[in-house]
């Protein structure tokens, strides 16, 4: 089976390394890839040594990739456009891997160390994704280190500590066999998230969730007429009803997410933590009115007001938390000059 | 944290210094003359911290002179120096490049002045200059590589650290209720959940005698409570929101302090945000045979229960934070070995 070039060129095209290239400067990069069929139930090695390492773009069909890593083997499936390989050309970190087609005849391009060095000397644009890409891969392997270091340090038992270690050995080597798909995740990252202001987004996030969610309800509710049956009442002595508000339980969830974020936790964490705490300030918000007024009744305008003003702000800590702090330093310095 | 005024011998000056951070030894001085210029030069005092770790940010610094050290917080409050930074050192790239949060928190060490090189910039000279993106793929590459090997070690490892004799100066002092004090309270002064437990026992007392005194001389005991509640849900909400945001130690003492007072007013009127519903005939109409008594909402017995449970929560998260965390993690060791 022959690998046509235009296929290649336009499978390479699409890889997020290349996308910053022109077409024609892909299709010169595509002259640096060897060009490797596998066929049918056939497996090709690499990786054994550092000189075997290679970077792979499947072009067609479909390959299982199977890796060592940490001493455990994982397997993967590669589809057209997914690749596997780049960070430990760069790297030097040798990791054997064998590529079988065993749903039919694949098509691969490879690229070894000298043909790296070589592209980025000659397409240096390409460095700057791999570099996102080095990063990324850095601080999660960084967290990894500084977790395993914990559990040593924490002094559990033997066979507590042997069970935790394992399991991370296990995630790790799930990791060492990721294949990098054309995915929407980084798009979204780009376009909706703000670098550097993931917390404020989940917060967000969260508060127009609850928000959405307990006006809906609500307004079934009210509609349906339901007060009597879907509105927890309190039962007591007093002949008046007593309901336990929603603000309530957002209130609670605003403290616990607030308390939880007083101690240590880690990215993952505090993503969550935002997302709850948005979640609650969502509720609260819902019936500002409520406990402002200390009256009960849940159509007031104020609520509104309040849940506007909130989204706002948040609004300008995802998005605008640049010019706010660029607004206030210059403030305060012309406030400092003008003394 | 001051800003600094820069003149042109400063510029050239921040130039060369920048020129020896390894990523952009190959910048031409024009370059980076102009991304001095567009930068901020801040002058932070010995013990001011730089950069928080988990604070969001993704600015590039690099230090012109003095000296600072690198560390990370363990879970157990304890905290570990990674390494020392000099002029010529930079830190903050990796959230550049990531916009993942800040990995370790950078303190001053003596008198430090440092460019902080703003996000968009950076990301501009990285998308000019390729030569810097290059240079930092190929850094990055290395200690990619380091950490996998380090990972490698660890993983090989099985044994825990036996855990810490008790000192001898513990015995010497055992039982006495001086010890007693210095372990519960003097030890823990700077502790987060500490000062929120003194926070909320210290509000409430005050608190409670103020409404207590409002009501008995009649000085607009509900205008009062209102602004007690109220502020209650601003310290709250406040302290909540910029706990998740905020990682300077300094900022999250205080904002512990905001948490336990807030905690503490709204809990101390919790009668009064949850009833205020029986004064209604239904969910829609008040009540007009029901006189609004602020004073009976304020003595109903809520209040009391829910002060008994967030000073219990508060205490257990002072106290006993460090048992719970390794009871949480057997606890998952064990349900994985019956799982698996």
């Known amino acids: 089976m022959s690998v046509e070039e235009d296929s290649v060129a336009s499978i390479l095209g699409s890889v997020s390394l290349f996308e910053s290239l022109r077409a024609e400067e892909v299709a010169r990069l595509a002259t640096r890839f060897e060009r490797i069929s596998i066929p049918a139930g056939r497996t090709r090695d690499f990786g054994d040594t550092v000189d075997s390492l290679r970077f792979v773009v499947v072009v067609r069909g479909r390959a299982t990739l199977r890796s060592e890593t940490a001493g455990q083997s994982m397997t993967a499936q590669l589809d057209p456009g997914d690749r596997y390989g780049e960070l430990g050309l760069m790297t030097g970190h040798a990791r054997k891997i064998a590529l079988s087609a065993e749903d039919g005849d694949v098509a691969i391009v490879t690229l070894d160390r000298d043909g790296l060095d070589a592209i980025l000397e000659q397409f240096p644009a390409i460095a700057n994704p791999l570099a996102i890409e080095l990063a990324s891969e850095l601080a999660v392997k960084n967290d990894y280190v500084r977790q395993i270091m914990e559990l040593h340090a924490e002094g559990f038992p033997a066979d507590q500590l042997a069970s935790a270690i394992a399991e991370r050995r296990t995630a790790i080597a799930r990791r060492g066999a990721r294949v ?17 202001s993931e917390p404020p987004f989940w917060m967000l996030a969260g508060f127009i969730l609850s928000l959405a969610g307990a006006r809906a309800v609500v307004a079934l509710i009210l509609k ?32 616990a997410a607030g308390l939880a974020a007083l101690f240590p936790v880690g990215r993952r964490g505090l993503r969550s933590l935002a997302f709850v705490f948005g979640l609650g300030a969502g509720l609260v918000f819902d019936e500002f009115a409520l406990f402002w007024n200390l009256n009960p009744e849940y159509a007031q305008s104020l609520s509104l007001i309040a849940c506007g003003i909130a989204a706002a702000v948040l609004l300008q800590l995802v998005y605008f938390r640049a010019f706010w702090t660029a607004f206030a330093r210059r403030t305060l310095r012309m406030v400092r000059g003008t003394r | 944290m001051t800003a ?4 042109t011998n400063a510029v050239s000056a921040a130039a060369q210094t920048l020129k020896r951070v390894p990523f952009l030894a190959l910048v031409d001085e024009a370059t980076l003359e102009r991304l001095v210029r567009v930068s901020r030069r ?14 969001p940010g993704a600015d590039v610094y690099v230090i012109l002179s003095g000296d600072a050290e690198v560390s990370v917080d363990a879970r157990d409050g304890s905290r570990t120096v990674l390494r020392k930074l000099g002029p010529g050192s930079a830190f903050g790239e990796m959230s550049s490049l990531t916009g993942e949060l800040r990995s370790a928190t ?96 210290g509000t409430l007392v005050a608190v409670r005698l103020s409404v207590h005194y409002a009501f008995r001389f009649d000085l607009t005991p509900r205008e009062l409570l209102r602004v007690l509640y109220m502020s209650g849900f601003a310290l709250l909400g406040g302290s909540a929101c910029t706990s998740v945001l905020t990682f300077r130690p300094t900022w999250r003492r205080w904002i512990a302090l905001a948490y336990g007072i807030g905690l503490a007013l709204i809990l101390n009127e919790l009668g009064v945000t949850l009833a205020f519903d029986i004064f209604f005939k239904d969910i829609h109409t008040a009540d007009p045979n029901v006189a609004f008594d602020v004073e009976r909402l304020y003595r ?22 460090r048992f719970y965390v390794r009871a949480w993690f057997v606890l998952m060791t064990r349900l994985r070995r019956l799982r698996g």
């Open chain 2, 42 to 55: 801040v002058h932070y005092r010995p013990r001011q911290i730089l950069v928080s770790e988990l604070e």
């Open chain 1, 180 to 196: 990098r798909r054309v995915t929407t995740k980084q798009l979204f990252s780009r376009l909706v998230v703000r670098k550097g």
């Open chain 2, 300 to 321: 109903r017995a809520e209040s009391l229960r829910a002060i008994a449970i967030g000073l219990v929560i508060l205490v257990q998260a002072a106290y006993l934070r």
């Open chain 2, 4 to 7: 600094v005024a820069v003149t």
């Open chain 2, 106 to 201: 950078i303190a001053a060490l003596t008198e430090v002045d440092a460019l902080i090189i703003a996000d968009a910039e950076f990301d501009q000279l990285r998308e000019t200059r390729p030569q810097v993106a290059l240079s930092m793929a190929r850094e990055l590459a290395e200690r990619l590589h380091a950490v996998e090997h380090t990972l490698e070690q660890l993983l090989g490892r099985n044994s825990g650290r036996p855990p810490a004799k008790p000192s001898d100066r513990g015995k010497a002092a055992k039982g006495s209720l001086v010890r007693a004090w210095r372990e519960l309270v003097v030890a823990r002064q700077r502790d987060l959940a500490f000062i929120t437990l003194a926070a909320f026992v």
């Open chain 1, 224 to 255: 349906y007429k339901l007060e009597k049956q879907l509105f927890a009442l309190v039962p007591g002595s007093d002949p008046n009803p007593m309901h336990v508000h929603h603000f309530n339980y957002g209130l609670v969830l605003v403290g």
